[in-house]
């Protein structure tokens, strides 16, 4: 088999990133210049890219984690920062205010709030350390949500 043959099975799987198919071609045991151009070949016929495997991770992850904790996902794939950002602009244009309002119904079901204003200390540190531990900047989410309903 063929490393071009090799990344195609691969990526009628799922979506690899560059860096993920380099590493398998690596692991499987071909020679460099061959996983070099088996990665041009597929690119250049659109079967892999970076920027669709940025979409898919903020698509799939929405409303659950924030931008730090895909931030992170994408830079394990090997995937550059500056991809990830690009993409998160085009994406955070159209719907920000949804998954942060979905968000928002999730915690209140989840630790029974029914106004930010007046939260008790104890349910206050486990909604930030909720809302931290997915990626979002808490203090920023809880301050928004305070002013929404002071509105």
């Not at 394990?76 to 119904?105: P, T």
Request: glycine share 6%; proline share 1%; charged share 35%.
């Amino acid at each position: 088999m063929s490393c071009g043959d090799y990344f195609l099975r691969l990526l009628g799987r799922r979506d690899y990133s560059a860096y993920e198919l380099l590493k398998k071609g690596k692991e499987k045991g071909f020679e460099q210049s061959e996983i070099h151009e088996a990665l041009d070949a597929v690119q250049q016929k659109g079967y892999q890219s970076d920027i669709r495997v940025v979409n898919s991770i903020i698509n799939s992850s929405k409303g659950q984690y924030g931008k730090a904790a895909l931030k992170r996902k994408c830079l394990e794939k090997g995937i550059a920062a500056d991809v990830f950002e690009e993409v998160w602009m085009e994406q955070a244009e159209s719907d920000s205010n949804d998954s942060l309002s979905e968000l928002k119904a999730k915690v209140m079901r989840k630790y029974k709030v029914s106004s930010f204003q007046d939260i008790d200390p104890k349910t206050k540190a486990k909604l930030l350390n909720y809302l931290q531990y997915r990626g979002f900047n808490p203090f920023e989410v809880l301050d928004q949500w305070k002013n929404e309903e002071e509105e």
